[in-house]
Antibody
Framework: QVQLVQSGSELKKPGASVKVSCKAS????????MNWVRQAPGQGLEWMGW????????TYAQGFTGRFVFSLDTSVSTAYLQISSLKAEDTAVYYC?????????????WGQGTLVTVSS | DIQMTQSPSSLSASVGDRVTITCRAS??????LAWFQQKPGKAPKSLIY???SLQSGVPSKFSGSGSGTDFTLTISSLQPEDFATYYC?????????FGQGTKVEIK
């Protein structure tokens, strides 16, 4: 069955960087897009962007350019989200979500989420 | 950008109640509308896509309808496991957008 397993919680200081991983199994990794979704504490879901797992081309939503980087290692079916120059407002749960066959931005499977806490 | 507005933001209901949640798009999105369920501390779960198609394994007590700008999610008979927050999402045009969520609580 399709599974997305994300890396564990992170506690970082302001200004540091973090890299979240999302390992996929149960399907051909390069067939489906991978989305990233943020959920700040007590808030709703916010789409961050997506990466084409076939070409490696990332697309970032407004507000997620500059410090956010999506990447892949297709040899291990894993997508990554790296956030640099962390700020307190980056504290959130980050989800990876596999797209659907014909629609890259329609999540059909979700990772369990990774809590990133930014605090001095 | 398309804005998605859900109503109500929260509701209280009893076990066995029929519950309806509304999602409105700021412009027409055909039927490119999905619904998700999220329980506290858990990842969202995909319920419905294309406005009315159930994801595999989702019970038939969930149903969706609508097209254009107005959509609804209905739970026919609320059960204890259905108390959660529900989100709609449009995927018709870039950027995709979620509604703000509707929290379904126990009365």
């Amino acid at each position: 069955q399709v599974q997305l397993v994300q890396s564990g919680s992170e506690l970082k200081k302001p200004g540091a960087s973090v890299k979240v991983s999302c390992k996929a199994s149960g399907y051909t990794f390069t067939t489906y897009a991978m989305n990233w979704v943020r959920q700040a504490p007590g808030q709703g879901l916010e789409w961050m962007g997506w990466i084409n797992t076939n070409t490696g081309n990332p697309t970032y939503a407004q507000g997620f350019t500059g410090r956010f980087v999506f990447s892949l290692d297709t040899s291990v079916s894993t997508a990554y989200l790296q956030i640099s120059s962390l700020k307190a407002e980056d504290t959130a749960v980050y989800y990876c979500a596999r797209g659907s066959g014909g629609y890259y931005s329609l999540p059909s499977a979700w990772g369990q989420g990774t809590l990133v806490t930014v605090s001095s | 950008d398309i804005q998605m507005t859900q109503s109500p933001s929260s509701l209280s209901a009893s076990v066995g109640d029929r519950v309806t949640i509304t999602c409105r798009a700021s412009q027409g999105i055909s039927n490119y509308l999905a619904w998700f369920q999220q329980k506290p501390g858990k990842a969202p779960k995909s319920l419905i896509y294309a406005a009315s198609s159930l994801q595999s394994g989702v019970p038939s007590k969930f149903s969706g309808s609508g097209s254009g700008t107005d959509f609804t999610l209905t739970i026919s008979s609320l059960q204890p496991e259905d108390f959660a927050t529900y989100y709609c999402q449009q995927y018709n045009s870039y950027p995709p957008a979620f509604g703000q969520g509707t929290k379904v609580e126990i009365k």
